[in-house]
């Protein structure tokens, strides 16, 4: 019998982005030095700027990552739309709204990859048993939903949005960075020995511990964490090619 061992996923942190919304602060924190910022990026940087109402601010730039923009909205939004799916309070101090930018950075620089590459791109439908299941276990209550959704601020097409998101991620990382990860034998079997048949013997004292009942589990595990990896490469270098400017009042 074959036991499933689970790795990370990537979705659990990169998160939604929306579009460009919002009034923006041009003194900002590059943390990214290539190159110079471009005449439309500041074009669009100026004209976000004026979008105002009645001399008040009504949302503004977070994070700049080239030519496009994360508003604090979004940031916000992203926040609550997480902890919802996960069943815990949103956190919305600077700190927390620091890391959701930082993951939604790398959003946007996959975000970009997939519009320019040939990588498909899941439909909306393919993720409703999922959310099906998921209203189904955690609220049956059609009213109790409406008033849940209502309490945590955000609608149910950010919830479809987020585990379309979660899905597209899922297969980006699985046709781009898993085809090229060879796992040897070796790798197999001495992770087997030093992390699963310790656990195994623990969790089940007196039955035999075979590699054989495992041996897809690690591979599958070892698979994903090298492609987790290859992903951290593509990104710190997408990163490096990218002028990211983190808009350090929106974090005040």
Aim: aromatic share 6%; hydrophobic share 40%; proline share 6%.
């Amino acid at each position: 019998m074959r036991r499933r061992i689970t790795g990370r996923s990537w979705w659990g942190r990169l998160a939604t982005c929306g579009g460009l919304r919002g009034r923006a602060s041009l003194a900002g924190r590059v943390t990214n030095p290539p190159q110079a910022a471009s005449l439309p990026h500041i074009t669009l940087l100026l004209s976000l700027s004026l979008l105002a109402a009645h001399g008040e601010i009504i949302d503004r730039i977070a994070v700049s990552v080239g030519d496009r923009a994360i508003a604090t909205s979004d940031l916000d939004r992203q926040i609550r739309v997480s902890a919802f799916l996960s069943g815990t309070k949103p956190d919305l101090s600077p700190a927390a709204r620091r890391a959701m930018a930082e993951r939604m950075v790398e959003q946007t620089l996959i975000r970009k990859e997939l519009e320019t590459g040939s990588h498909p791109v899941p439909g909306g439908d393919e993720v409703l048993p999922e959310f099906q299941a998921f209203r189904a276990r955690i609220h049956p209550d059609p009213a109790e939903y409406a008033r849940a959704l209502a309490d945590a601020g955000i609608a149910e097409a950010d919830l479809k949005k987020e585990l379309l998101w979660e899905l597209t991620v899922t297969r980006f990382v699985g046709l781009r960075f898993q085809p090229g990860v060879q796992v040897p034998a070796e790798d197999i079997r001495q992770y087997f020995e030093t992390v699963v048949a310790p656990l195994a013997r623990t969790a089940h004292p007196g039955q035999p511990v075979e590699l054989k009942d495992y041996r897809y589990s690690i591979e599958t595990r070892l698979t994903g964490e090298r492609a987790d990896r290859e992903m951290d490469r593509w990104l710190k270098e997408a990163r490096g090619r990218t002028t990211v400017v983190f808009h350090e009042e929106a974090f005040q």
